[in-house]
């Protein structure tokens, strides 16, 4: 089988020999920036009937952190104040722009003002609580972004197990600026479930938020989209842990957890310890697995988040050890045969290298690059051990789905240089008749990334993990077509399908079921690709919840 298959440097070929990219949907999807009013499901001012365990302001504006040697880096951070409840519970990543981290146990309240203070009037904002269960209000829906000198008040009680969930902006358009610039933060919610576990606390209870990032030569983050990173996605030169470029962690002879998060916009990662350890998994998005699983790598999405068990009390101490993402084809569809000169089925080599986003150094979508260095420096007692099992999850059953038969499509597709949902790019206030979901159903949802036959670019399609706004679902099963199997043999053992997930990846060719409860809460939500330049370019659609 020989496709024709449009590569970042052929499609920069035929941009170069016209104009026909020029003036299309990707400049109409900039336009729908910053809308600057709030839209019908604003709340923007604090509830006086509302008790919150836990408020705290939240305040977006710019700041300047020593990243490299020589010049320092601009940075927007999202600065914490705590107005009620234990300030303990705002926490800064040690060392770090990211964050803060916010805990909250299940069934606090919380109240959350956001405060716009961003340098620039055209950055209007709004936060996400990513996989949190909150009411349409509480959401951020990007209708409902606020300018520059403006404030959003979010009042929400935690509903969700415990877990780790974030927190980014998410005004339609320039989410990709404002995450790069480094806006985004961890929410961990606590619960009796997770005490009972007797998991690592403290010092040995560690965020490991996994971005990339380019600089330019004054040591400032480089994101300026052109036609075709808006289209495949911003890739950066080197990887970032917790903010930090080249982060070691200095660690004792214990166990420690870790949560990950792909906090990048667009880059997939393959992840693997170096020394060929599987990895013990004990978490995914929405909270504890049952028990824990062992995997040789884990795929980690942009938005995803796993749980891992380090168990560092056997090594000596001098040890290193490297979180790795390993090389991965097919995220960008296939290679070509002859695109690269013989490189077919390294699907990777297509992406990067030919200056997107000034970024001709960064690694191709499934390179092998180094995440995280942990050195063992210190020897100390443990008496922790690995449960063997934790709580029961409540499962979904496919029978009481109301729709069993007939699963609600998310078809991705890419039409007329745009990728799509069901057909249709981003429309802000308007939800299509087969977009509403009755409220207190379960229903079976059917993401399908088709290939886009007769498409110039990228006609087998990429690599898309799917987020739904408004809680978590649970996936129940995956195919894929025959003549993309090559790409996703390589990945599909690193799914962590086991539990609570409101983020998936979707490969080229692959369908993925699941079902999700759309319980306490009517309004509008969204659903959307978290590759963020294609969520900002229109691959998110709305969906309402109905009584
Ligand atoms: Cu983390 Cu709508 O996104
Ligand atoms: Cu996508």
């Given at each position: 089988m020989r496709q024709r298959m449009i590569t970042r440097r052929a499609l920069l070929r035929v941009a170069g020999a016209g104009s026909l990219l020029l003036g299309g949907s990707l400049v109409g999807a900039c336009a729908a920036t910053a809308r600057p009013t709030a839209g019908?499901?604003?709340?923007?001012v604090a509830n006086p009937a509302f008790s919150p365990d836990l408020a705290i302001t939240l305040r977006a504006a710019p700041s300047e952190v020593?990243?490299?040697?020589g010049a320092k880096t601009t940075v927007w951070t999202y600065q914490a104040q705590v107005?009620?409840?234990?300030?303990?519970?705002v926490q800064a990543i040690p060392g770090s722009y990211l964050g803060p981290i916010i805990r909250a146990r299940t069934g606090q309240k919380v109240r959350v003002t956001f405060e716009n203070n961003l340098p620039d009037p055209s950055q209007a904002s709004i936060i996400h609580w990513h996989g949190l269960h909150t009411p349409a209000a509480a959401d951020?829906?990007?209708?409902a972004v606020v300018r520059p000198g403006e404030r959003y008040v979010y009042e929400f009680t935690v509903t969700d197990r415990a877990g780790t969930y974030w927190f980014h902006p998410h005004p339609h358009g320039t989410i990709g600026k404002q995450v790069i610039m480094g806006l985004a933060g961890l929410f961990l919610v606590s619960d009796a479930e997770e005490e009972a576990a007797g998991l690592p606390t403290g010092a040995y209870d560690l965020p490991v938020v996994i971005q990339d990032r380019s600089f330019d030569d004054q040591n400032q983050f480089v994101y300026e989209p052109d036609m075709m990173s808006q289209m495949m996605g911003f890739l950066g030169e080197r990887i970032l842990v917790n903010g930090t470029p080249d982060l070691t962690l200095d660690l004792a002879t214990r166990t420690y957890r870790l949560r990950l998060?792909?906090?990048?916009?667009s880059r997939i990662y393959k992840l693997a310890w170096d020394t060929g350890t599987p990895l013990t998994v004990i978490g995914s998005d929405g909270g504890l697995l049952e028990a824990p699983i062992t995997r040789p790598f884990v795929m980690l999405a942009p938005g995803e988040r796993i749980e891992l068990w380090a168990d560092l009390r056997d090594l000596p101490v001098g040890t290193r050890l490297t979180l790795v993402s390993q090389a991965f084809a097919g995220g960008e569809g296939v290679e070509a045969e002859g695109e690269t000169g013989g490189m077919g089925g390294m699907g990777g080599m297509q992406h990067g290298g030919m200056g997107g986003m000034g970024n001709g150094n960064a690694p191709a979508l499934g390179a092998a690059i180094d995440i995280l260095r942990i050195r063992v420096a210190r020897q100390e007692p443990e008496t922790l051990t690995l449960p063997s099992t934790f709580a029961p999850l409540q499962r979904h059953r496919l029978e009481d789905a109301v729709n069993r038969d007939t699963p609600r499509p998310v078809a991705l597709s890419l039409r007329g240089m745009e990728w799509r949902i069901n057909g249709k790019t981003f429309e802000m206030d308007v939800v299509a008749p087969e977009e509403i979901v009755k409220l207190n159903t379960l229903e079976l949802w059917e993401i399908i990334n088709e290939t886009n036959p007769g498409e110039m670019m990228d006609p087998m399609g990429m690599a898309h993990p799917i987020h739904i706004h408004g809680g978590q679902f649970q996936v129940i099963g995956r195919e894929v077509l025959p003549e993309l199997r090559a790409g996703w043999e390589g990945v599909?053992?690193?799914?962590?399908?086991?539990g609570w997930k409101d983020t998936v990846l979707v490969m080229p060719g692959e369908r993925v079921k699941l079902l999700m409860a759309f319980r306490d809460y009517p309004g509008t939500y969204v659903y959307h690709c978290h590759n963020i330049e294609h969520e900002d370019a229109g691959m998110m659609r709305n969906y309402r919840v109905e009584a």
């Open positions: 019908a499901t604003a709340q923007p020593q990243l490299l040697p107005n009620t409840g234990d300030p303990a519970l951020g829906h990007t209708s998060l792909n906090g990048s916009n599909k053992d690193g799914y962590v399908d086991e």
